[in-house]
């Protein structure tokens, strides 16, 4: 018992055991854009213990930007989403600086046990060398004859003064055992001490490993909604071209908005991308292969693919109906739609079919020449951003911006959208809600 080591490699081995966990294996927020139409989930600002945070986490992650129709849904649900994932990032940072706190105060913890542990173990392992020098003079002058000694002392006298150191050698060696069974205990209470310390600093370890893992996870949820943020200024990109026609000031007024809504996702998950970074620091150095190969080099190829353009539609593919051109696999229930719209005393009227020359034209002069540029390159990377070809439901003839009675229906208030919220789909026909004026196949 006296030789065991200290407890400090074993604790420290299980602080890096528990820390060391793999951020690849969290699971990332769902890509999938919902079609429904349901406001965004409400915005929670109650910050929770480091404890409670993954479990947290886990439903975020599957409620942020997987469950929020990021197409379909108003600027301000959009903005909502992202003071959401503020939330989320506020408190993954507060769990992980009480978690680092509580890991550095239980590491000290851990280091001051191991030193009084070593103290006790030294004065029992000298006080059991004393109780070995003891037997060895207990075996080399036992004391009876000691006592015999006294007997055969020559006076009483010699034989008083040989007694009482007697009595003196008896007394010494019970308070040496004593001494040791005392020295025993504190050991004992001292390593049980150092015990406690070691799994209270893996306790803050799970800890510190949960809020690392939380600050990817909002890591994550904020490269998703940037995604999809991107995704709806490309598709915002796309109608302001249809809609330039009809109304440019407020085809201008959509690419701004979006184009803010962009650069406020950036801003946050640059935010994010920091925090996670700080985080990661606080992860050991992962070690070479065990096989002592070192890993392979990726491979690389210069062959560049042959890229082929999507087919794009052309007037060719469209019907004129009332003045405007729609997809002929459409226009028998867009033509039945409109002469409901004449029964009913309204005059709708608006822009459908939008050619994508134009558009591979502005990618060209955007974005760059190459196939790459005109056909595959993210709309926010283009200079100003604009939306890839064949993108618009406007292109496909698959979608119309109406007008009621000549003017663009702005809002939900004009007669005709409330017409066409009561009859639209019935005939096929579904709105985008966050701009009155665009009705599609699909909604989008």
């Given at each position: 018992?006296?030789?065991?080591?200290?407890?400090?490699?074993?604790?420290?081995?299980?602080?890096?055991?528990?820390?060391?966990?793999?951020?690849?294996?969290?699971?990332?927020?769902?890509?999938?854009?919902?079609?429904?139409?349901?406001?965004?989930?409400?915005?929670?600002?109650?910050?929770?213990?480091?404890?409670?945070?993954?479990?947290?986490?886990?439903?975020?992650?599957?409620?942020?930007?997987?469950?929020?129709?990021?197409?379909?849904?108003?600027?301000?649900?959009?903005?909502?989403?992202?003071?959401?994932?503020?939330?989320?990032?506020?408190?993954?940072?507060?769990?992980?600086?009480?978690?680092?706190?509580?890991?550095?105060?239980?590491?000290?913890?851990?280091?001051?046990?191991?030193?009084?542990?070593?103290?006790?173990?030294?004065?029992?392992?000298?006080?059991?060398?004393?109780?070995?020098?003891?037997?060895?003079?207990?075996?080399?002058?036992?004391?009876?004859?000691?006592?015999?000694?006294?007997?055969?002392?020559?006076?009483?006298?010699?034989?008083?003064?040989?007694?009482?150191?007697?009595?003196?050698?008896?007394?010494?060696?019970?308070?040496?055992?004593?001494?040791?069974?005392?020295?025993?205990?504190?050991?004992?209470?001292?390593?049980?001490?150092?015990?406690?310390?070691?799994?209270?600093?893996?306790?803050?370890?799970?800890?510190?490993?949960?809020?690392?893992?939380?600050?990817?996870?909002?890591?994550?949820?904020?490269?998703?909604?940037?995604?999809?943020?991107?995704?709806?200024?490309?598709?915002?990109?796309?109608?302001?071209?249809?809609?330039?026609?009809?109304?440019?000031?407020?085809?201008?007024?959509?690419?701004?908005?979006q184009q803010q809504i962009r650069a406020e996702a950036l801003a946050r998950q640059a935010a994010a991308f920091a925090a996670a970074q700080q985080a990661a620091a606080l992860m050991p150095t992962t070690s070479a292969p065990r096989s002592g190969r070192p890993a392979p080099s990726p491979t690389t190829t210069t062959t560049v693919p042959r890229f082929i353009p999507p087919s794009l539609t052309?007037?060719?593919?469209?019907?004129?109906?009332?003045?405007?051109?729609?997809?002929?696999?459409?226009?028998?229930?867009?033509?039945?739609?409109?002469?409901?719209?004449?029964?009913?005393?309204?005059?709708?009227?608006?822009?459908?079919?939008?050619?994508?020359?134009?558009?591979?034209?502005?990618?060209?002069?955007?974005?760059?020449?190459?196939?790459?540029?005109?056909?595959?390159?993210?709309?926010?990377?283009?200079?100003?951003?604009?939306?890839?070809?064949?993108?618009?439901?406007?292109?496909?003839?698959?979608?119309?911006?109406?007008?009621?009675?000549?003017?663009?229906?702005?809002?939900?208030?004009?007669?005709?959208?409330?017409?066409?919220?009561?009859?639209?789909?019935?005939?096929?026909?579904?709105?985008?809600?966050?701009?009155?004026?665009?009705?599609?196949?699909?909604?989008?």
């Amino acid at each position: 018992m006296m030789s065991d080591r200290p407890l400090r490699g074993r604790a420290v081995g299980a602080l890096a055991a528990v820390v060391v966990t793999s951020l690849a294996g969290i699971v990332p927020v769902s890509g999938a854009v919902s079609q429904s139409t349901t406001e965004a989930p409400a915005v929670t600002t109650t910050t929770l213990t480091p404890s409670d945070q993954r479990a947290r986490n886990r439903q975020e992650r599957r409620q942020v930007g997987g469950e929020i129709a990021t197409l379909h849904a108003s600027d301000q649900q959009v903005r909502d989403a992202l003071a959401e994932l503020d939330v989320q990032l506020a408190s993954a940072n507060s769990a992980l600086n009480a978690a680092t706190a509580m890991m550095e105060a239980a590491q000290a913890e851990v280091a001051a046990a191991e030193v009084a542990e070593s103290g006790a173990r030294d004065r029992a392992e000298q006080i059991a060398d004393e109780v070995k020098q003891m037997a060895i003079d207990e075996f080399v002058n036992p004391q009876t004859e000691g006592i015999a000694s006294v007997i055969a002392s020559s006076s009483i006298g010699e034989a008083r003064e040989r007694r009482t150191m007697l009595g003196v050698r008896t007394d010494q060696r019970k308070g040496l055992l004593r001494r040791q069974r005392a020295a025993i205990a504190e050991f004992a209470e001292k390593r049980k001490q150092a015990k406690a310390a070691v799994a209270a600093a893996e306790q803050a370890a799970t800890e510190q490993r949960d809020a690392i893992a939380a600050l990817e996870s909002t890591r994550q949820a904020h490269v998703q909604v940037v995604a999809e943020v991107d995704q709806r200024l490309e598709a915002a990109l796309g109608e302001a071209a249809a809609l330039d026609a009809i109304d440019a000031q407020l085809a201008a007024q959509i690419t701004r908005q979006q184009q803010q809504i962009r650069a406020e996702a950036l801003a946050r998950q640059a935010a994010a991308f920091a925090a996670a970074q700080q985080a990661a620091a606080l992860m050991p150095t992962t070690s070479a292969p065990r096989s002592g190969r070192p890993a392979p080099s990726p491979t690389t190829t210069t062959t560049v693919p042959r890229f082929i353009p999507p087919s794009l539609t052309t007037i060719e593919d469209m019907d004129e109906v009332g003045g405007i051109y729609v997809n002929k696999l459409i226009s028998s229930q867009f033509g039945r739609m409109m002469t409901a719209a004449t029964a009913a005393g309204l005059v709708l009227g608006g822009g459908g079919f939008r050619d994508a020359a134009a558009q591979i034209a502005t990618r060209r002069n955007n974005c760059g020449t190459s196939d790459f540029a005109i056909w595959e390159m993210p709309a926010s990377q283009c200079s100003p951003p604009t939306a890839r070809p064949g993108t618009s439901m406007h292109e496909q003839g698959m979608a119309v911006d109406f007008t009621c009675s000549g003017a663009l229906i702005r809002d939900q208030a004009s007669p005709c959208f409330i017409w066409l919220a009561a009859n639209a789909a019935s005939h096929g026909f579904y709105n985008l809600p966050s701009e009155p004026w665009h009705w599609s196949i699909n909604g989008n």
